[in-house]
């Protein structure tokens, strides 16, 4: 079942990324009293009593001019709009009302999106509540009065976000057609190869970088399975600063891979593989889905006997915390290998809802440990009790341990390949949580 999203809105120095921060409970973005300095991750996962979700600071760099302020935030309300199951609309008690903000909260209110309007920085509730009344003008209903540098309000604020979830997660459940995000920079392919599964032109397709106007579910039937492929291709409109287009590529992704067993990740082969495409593969090595890499536009690139092993090395170089993922070479255009894509998204889906039994997964790590003694530290060595696995969507496996603080991330990822090479697992992460339990 896919986390819900939501999405942070508000005009630069509002205080988004401190309340970003406070809720992952980490400093992820970095935070100044200088308007647009949110440059790092603009995601994280959050927990408030059993409810968990994911949130996206949409904050970005301050355009100079009033108007173009304006159609900037427009387009994060967009952005919000499009990709989030609630929105958190962030407003100033200190500068009161402004016109950014009435135009805005117009865009949101006739989104027919649930929106929590926050009034921030309210850090003494008796002096500012007559100016948080202000902002009912708005007309997007009760201001809810928090302080995000003081921690205050924020109990009130979550048990009003999360009063949304509910009917919207349980719907999801139900569907049990297998769903594959395709992700990637713009323009590396991603609507080509749906359009030529499809057989048809489906999604807008153009030369131009950001042409897909939104994210699209198509449905693929093949060999009797039905597929949703969730495309993210692209933004609303080409944008000028590049960090904008990275951004909102990125939160794109996020709202996709919520919501996909499989990811899909399509890299230009004509550009190769970028530090962006890293970014964008670790969203969904972190929530554990599937992955298939994809190396699209393989039939303009000249080749000799080398050059797939030169691809395949760069790839695996930069994407090294998933060497797990499936790779294929293809062309949409020509619809090279394109059906060893089903083939292969079918056999990930498979892997990645793998049981193993738990008498059969220890067989194979006496032999691991038998073969590479387990860790020691000063004259107390680590021993395996057992193992077992605990959950599938990515496979997850408990290890109970004498002693926790022996069980090096090294000899982790011993028993990982040990897992893999009896197991095959290709395609999938695989998750390790170490449990502590006394000798007998």
């Known amino acids: ?20 921060n406070v809720l992952a409970g980490q400093n992820i973005s970095i935070v100044k009293d200088t308007p647009g300095v949110t440059r790092d991750r603009i995601y994280a996962d959050v927990n408030w009593l059993d409810h968990y979700f994911t949130i996206i600071d949409t904050g970005g760099i301050e355009p100079k001019a009033d108007d173009v302020l304006l ?75 928090v302080s995000s540098s003081s921690k205050l309000g924020l109990g009130d ?7 949304y979830f509910d009917d919207s997660s349980k719907n999801e459940e139900e569907d049990e057609r297998p769903r594959i995000a395709i992700i990637g920079r713009p323009n590396a392919g991603k609507s ?28 693929i039937i093949r060999n009797d399975t039905h597929y949703i492929f969730i495309d993210t291709a692209g933004l609303r409109r080409k944008s000028k600063i590049k960090e ?68 395949t090395e760069d790839i695996r170089d930069v994407l090294s915390f998933m060497p797990y993922a499936e790779l294929l070479f293809i062309s949409a255009k020509t ?28 067989e194979i790590i006496t032999e691991a440990t038998a073969m590479k003694q387990p860790p020691s530290d000063k004259g107390k060595r680590l021993k395996i009790f057992y193992v077992t696995e605990v959950a599938v969507k990515p496979p997850t496996f408990v290890i109970f341990v004498n002693d926790k603080e022996l069980m090096h991330f090294s000899y982790t990822r011993y028993l990982e390949n040990q897992i893999r090479n009896t197991f095959g697992f290709r395609g999938t992460p695989l998750k390790f949580i170490v449990r502590e339990r006394k000798s007998e």
Not at 3 to 19: C, D, E, F, H, Y
Not at 157 to 163: A, F, I, K, N, P
Request: one cysteine or more.
């Open 335 to 362: 619809g090279q290998r394109l059906p060893k894509l089903f083939e292969t998204i079918d056999a990930v889906i498979e892997n990645h809802s793998l049981r193993i039994a738990t008498g059969v997964l220890n």
């Open 1 to 20: 079942m896919s986390k819900p999203i939501v999405a942070i809105v508000g005009r630069p120095n509002v205080g988004k990324s401190t309340l970003f």
């Open 192 to 219: 080509s190869i749906i359009n030529k599964l499809l057989g048809e032109e489906r999604v807008i397709v153009s030369d131009i970088a950001g042409t897909t106007r939104d994210a699209i579910d198509t449905e």
């Open 157 to 163: 604020l979550l048990d009003e976000v999360t009063s």
């Open 244 to 311: 904008d287009i990275e951004r909102y590529s990125i939160i794109r992704t996020v709202a996709a891979v919520e919501r996909c067993d499989v990811a899909v990740l399509v890299i230009d082969a004509a550009e190769g593989v970028t530090e962006q495409d890293a970014k964008i593969a670790g969203i969904a090595h972190e929530r554990g889905k599937g992955m298939i890499i994809v190396v699209n536009k393989w039939d303009l690139i000249e080749k000799n006997d080398k050059t797939i092993y030169k691809f």
């Open 71 to 145: 159609k900037f935030m427009r387009e994060q309300a967009e952005i919000a709009i499009e990709t989030a199951d609630v929105i958190m609309f962030l407003v100033d008690v200190r500068e009161g009302l402004v016109d950014a903000d009435y135009q805005v909260a117009d865009m949101l209110r006739r989104s027919q999106k649930p929106v929590v309007l926050v009034v921030n920085k309210v850090d003494n509730f008796e002096k500012f509540m007559p100016d948080v009344y202000e902002f009912y003008n708005l007309g997007i209903g009760d201001p809810h009065p």
